[in-house]
């Protein structure tokens, strides 16, 4: 089983970008990913220093590792990519950043919380633990166009931020280069919806994938699907456009797979679809995702 190192990382979705292995469809690869601050927030006392320097302009924060280029594909298709598993490390960290988030206001200086995982088990304090609930933060192929940074999200994915992406899930990503150029990284222990504090509980990880290809499946952006849900997202500068894009994106999914109209989809969606925020921490966007439970057809 091929296996990807977490220093062969990257900070931005981008055609320019060099792969760091071919991958057949169908094969099984194992990613190791490192946190958001790429390892170096070891210590309470390392959050300050640990603080990542811009490249160009662009925040050097949730390293991802990759890119794959994926054999046989192209402008058009769409990759999949089944999250068989996700292996935590035995520590990772929590942040408190001052002006960031719901409650940034209320932060007179950014502290660190240094959380050791055992167990299953998430340790707060002596008195507070919660079971872990493992996700990909990142995941995403290159645009065609300008690239997007791994901070932030786009039409081909990125910085997601979906408790959804995870053990069990399938992820379909548009393809808009040769080879897709597919990154994976910012695994969290757990995030609750909305990262309301604006960082999860940042963790390295082991990820183990399987990545498939649909020939000729366009898709405009990512999809996912677990055993009994349907999962549209969306993105955008404030939640309007956001669940805008995502209730679309599921409307015209029923209005395909059901020969429905607008109407009926919306009558739908409205009875049985579950908006959710994903990121809202007060960054340049937002992102949810539209839950709706996969329909069983009866004949008569």
Not at 25 to 54: A, F, H, M, N, Y
Not at 74 to 102: H, M, R
Not at 234 to 250: C, I, K, L, T
Request: hydrophobic share 40%; net charge negative; proline share 7%.
């Amino acid at each position: 089983m091929l296996r990807i190192g977490r220093e062969k990382v990257c900070y931005e979705l981008s055609s320019r970008l060099k792969p760091v292995a071919f991958v057949k469809p169908g094969e099984t690869v194992v990613l190791e990913t490192d946190d958001s601050r790429t390892g170096r927030l070891k210590r309470p006392e390392d959050v300050l220093t640990s603080v990542p320097e811009p490249r160009n302009g662009n925040p050097m924060v949730n390293p991802a590792t990759g890119p794959l280029y994926i054999r046989g594909a192209e402008p058009g298709d769409a990759l999949t990519v089944d999250i068989l598993d996700i292996k935590l490390g035995s520590q990772g960290y929590l942040l408190a950043k001052k002006g960031v988030g719901l409650l940034g206001d209320t932060v007179r200086e950014t502290t660190a919380w240094i959380i050791p995982v055992t167990e299953g088990q998430a340790r707060f304090s002596h008195q507070i633990s919660l079971p872990i609930r493992p996700m990909i933060g990142v995941i995403g192929t290159a645009p065609a166009g300008v690239p997007v940074p791994t901070m932030y999200v786009g039409d081909t994915g990125g910085n997601m931020d979906n408790p959804r992406i995870t053990t069990g899930t399938r992820v379909f990503l548009p393809v808009q280069v040769p080879g897709a150029l597919l990154v994976l990284g910012d695994v969290h222990g757990m995030m609750g919806d909305g990262e309301l504090n604006g960082t999860a509980l940042e963790m390295p990880a082991e990820v183990v994938i399987r990545i498939g290809l649909i020939k000729g499946q366009e898709m405009a952006l990512p999809y996912l699907e677990t055993a009994d849900l349907m999962i549209t997202t969306g993105y955008g500068s404030n939640f309007f456009d956001a669940a805008r894009q995502a209730v679309r994106e599921m409307a015209v999914r029923l209005i395909d797979a059901h020969n429905l109209n607008w109407e009926e989809a919306g009558m739908l969606l409205s009875a049985a679809g579950n908006l959710r925020i994903c990121q809202s921490f007060g960054g340049p966007e937002v992102t949810v995702r539209l839950e709706f439970p996969k329909i069983q057809t009866t004949g008569e």
